[in-house]
């Protein structure tokens, strides 16, 4: 990956990871979860393998994060951090915004705000784990803006079940929230996340006609 570049925002400095492709028809822009940062299998895999399709990633990486704590800020400080980033990545290409866990609620908050075309949901963090009354899902659906969830067959904070009929959610067989298979499973680790990859392609080529 290419060397982190700091962003100075309100709340501390953010980082930003971004692979450019030499022939860019969109921009990917992607934030981590509460439980880790831009290093998640998944996060790194999009920003290796979408760049040569002509889709630049950018992965930001919040201050809470950069200054080295270990518990999330509060949403509406994600959500300015994620703002500050983006008015310095100022993509030239159709935009879709998205992020893992948390990071997704942040980019269903903000996505319409920024201009982005779409949201790529990734382990949507629907409920706490064993609190399914305590639904996110006003998050997801009131984004305004056309979304695809990613989700763990396994996932304990929203299986792709519990989600709306009408939202648009792609089931990683086998995998939990993180997106890590067990062994016993038929499938291997770099198949789940080589089918995040391939669903998150194929679903913005759709987004976007390309192709």
């Known amino acids: 990956m290419p060397a982190r570049r700091l962003i100075e925002t309100a709340h501390g400095t953010a980082g930003l990871l971004q692979r450019r492709s030499p022939r860019p028809w969109a921009t990917l822009v992607l934030t981590h979860g509460a439980g880790g940062g831009t290093d998640s299998p998944d996060l790194v895999a999009l920003a290796r393998q979408l760049p040569r399709h002509g889709i630049t990633v950018a992965l930001i990486e919040q201050p809470w994060r950069v200054s080295g704590r270990r518990i999330a800020a509060a949403p509406a400080v994600l959500d300015d951090g994620l703002r500050a980033a983006m008015s310095a990545l100022r993509p030239h290409t159709p935009l879709i915004l998205g992020g893992r866990s948390a990071g997704a609620r942040v ?81 291997t680790q770099q198949e789940a996340i080589d089918l995040v990859v391939r669903v998150v392609l194929t679903w913005i080529r759709r987004r976007l006609r390309h192709g």
Do not use: M
Request: one cysteine or more; aromatic letters at 4%.
């Open 107 to 187: 980019a269903c908050r903000t996505g319409r705000h920024l201009g982005a075309a779409g949201i790529v949901a990734l382990a949507f963090p629907l409920h706490p784990a064993g609190r399914p009354e305590k639904s996110r899902v006003h998050e997801l659906l009131g984004s305004g803006l056309p979304s695809i969830v990613v989700q763990g067959e396994r996932d304990l904070l929203g299986a792709p079940y519990e989600f709306p009929p009408l939202q648009s959610v792609v089931t990683v067989p086998g995998a939990d929230h993180q997106f890590r298979v067990p062994s016993r499973t038929e499938g």
